[in-house]
């Protein structure tokens, strides 16, 4: 059974760092991992993906101050999270895709709460 588990997150100011990390278990090798938001009220988002091959994906809001990088061999993936914002506040979901004889399985973590104050 695969499994998600994240850490990091926390309170910060604008202006700060933090760092999240996901760790997927019960599986030798994922796909795709990612990051996904929501916030209060409004629909989860893509944040960013990398495939297995290192290909990267961000969303416009956050390039040049967020950086996702995996360790493919620990089946792990972070988010270093630079210049943040208050509207980056949000709960942060891991996400990983996995393809099995065509067929796609989509997993997601618990999520964890990120909160910028201004």
């Known amino acids: 059974q695969v499994q998600l588990v994240e850490s990091g997150g926390g309170l910060v100011q604008a202006g700060g760092s933090l760092r999240l990390s996901c760790a997927a278990s019960?599986?030798?090798?994922?796909?795709?991992m990612g990051w996904y938001r929501q916030a209060s009220g409004k629909q989860r988002e893509l944040v960013a993906t990398?495939?297995?091959?290192?290909?990267?994906n961000y969303a416009d809001s956050v390039k040049g101050r967020f950086t996702i990088s995996r360790d493919n061999a620990k089946n792990l993936v972070n988010l270093e999270m630079n210049s943040l914002k208050p509207e980056d506040t949000a709960v942060y979901y891991c996400?990983?895709?996995?393809?099995?004889?065509?067929?796609?399985?989509?997993?997601w973590g618990q999520g964890t709460q990120v909160t910028v104050s201004s």
């Open positions: 990398i495939t297995a091959g290192g290909s990267t």
């Open positions: 019960g599986s030798d090798s994922m796909n795709a």
């Open positions: 996400n990983a895709v996995r393809i099995v004889r065509g067929i796609r399985y989509l997993y």
